[in-house]
């Protein structure tokens, strides 16, 4: 069992001792995402995987948020907000504006890429180092902008 998904099940004991239904609740919805991974394509998850899993949860949150106060729906709102903050436990520390601009230059000079049409090299050395402590909409950004520049 991979390190991150130990963790997050000893984390589940623990909110279950504590009686914290909520969180108890969002956890839960993590491991069975991860479990139905793993049935699905017959595999054991490792941490990179299990960091790629959150970090889409943690997407799926964030545009969740959005929506619901586009619609004027706090009260759904405030409970994805309050998975939101249980997902990001498990996520390493983002990365600051000047880590991600730094990984992007590097990532640009190994790969040579020239021009827009060789964003996907350049994303390719990218997704890996910044998988779980960035959104890959500001990375993919920042690899425009270098490109284009």
């Not at 139905?36 to 054991?44: F, T, W």
Request: no cysteine.
């Amino acid at each position: 069992m991979s390190e991150l998904k130990q963790r997050i099940s000893d984390e589940m004991k623990a909110a279950m001792r504590a009686k914290a239904k909520a969180r108890l609740g969002t956890i839960r919805m993590i491991l069975a995402e991860l479990k139905r991974i793993e049935v699905d394509e017959r595999i054991e998850l490792d941490d990179a995987r299990v960091l790629a899993t959150l970090d889409k949860m943690q997407k799926q949150r964030r545009d969740s948020i959005e929506q619901f106060n586009a619609a004027s729906r706090d009260d759904l709102a405030d409970i994805e907000q309050q998975e939101l903050l249980v997902i990001k436990e498990f996520l390493p520390q983002p990365l600051t504006e000047a880590e991600l601009t730094a990984i992007v230059n590097t990532a640009v000079a190994d790969s040579g890429a020239q021009g827009m049409q060789e964003m996907g090299k350049v994303m390719a050395l990218v997704k890996p180092q910044v998988q779980g402590r960035a959104d890959m909409g500001a990375i993919s950004q920042l690899v425009k902008n270098r490109l284009n520049s």
